[in-house]
């Protein structure tokens, strides 16, 4: 576990370069952050990467948002996106999960400007699809604050995944 005193002796590079995706491809979160240093405690930190994300406008948002993934069709992910997803068995669909999948993402993402995001971690393929038929169905604003949520749960996985390395 990383301990506070030597996150607090990271430089900025070192320093991004394990946060920096806490946010997905988000780093300006984890610079803006840095210059906060001294951290109390690893609690502090993560309340502080929240409290940006939090003061994010709500365009702010939607390109945190849109930075995000398509679930299960997308090719190109980071590490941690590619991690998450492979443990939620998304890179194992079958055709017709796939499709599935694929056709999800198009009406979703027409609908609501932004893609379907869902913390997967613990969750299963079964779970993530019955999720995403359900919350199609959202109002806008519903779902924008959904996915506000679900960001954060990301955030907080991955702050944690971090901690225990």
Known sequence: MKSINSINQLNKSDFLSIF??????????????????????????????????????????????????????????????????????????????YNEFKKLNIEYKRKFGFPFIIAVKGKNKNEILNNFKKRIQNDVNIEFIEAKNQVKKIASFRFNDILSI
């Not at 979160?29 to 609690?43: C, G, M, T, W």
């Not at 069709?73 to 590619?82: A, F, G, I, Q, Y």
């Open 20 to 97: 920096g995706n806490i946010f997905e491809k988000t780093e300006w979160i984890a610079e803006k952050v840095f210059d906060l240093k001294p951290f109390k405690s690893n609690d502090d930190l993560f309340s502080k990467m929240i409290n940006k994300y939090e003061n994010c406008d709500k365009e702010q948002i939607l390109i945190i948002l849109n930075s995000h993934p398509e679930l299960a069709v997308e090719k190109k992910l980071t590490k941690d996106s590619n991690n998450e997803q492979k443990g939620a068995n998304l890179n194992e669909c079958t055709l017709e999960e």
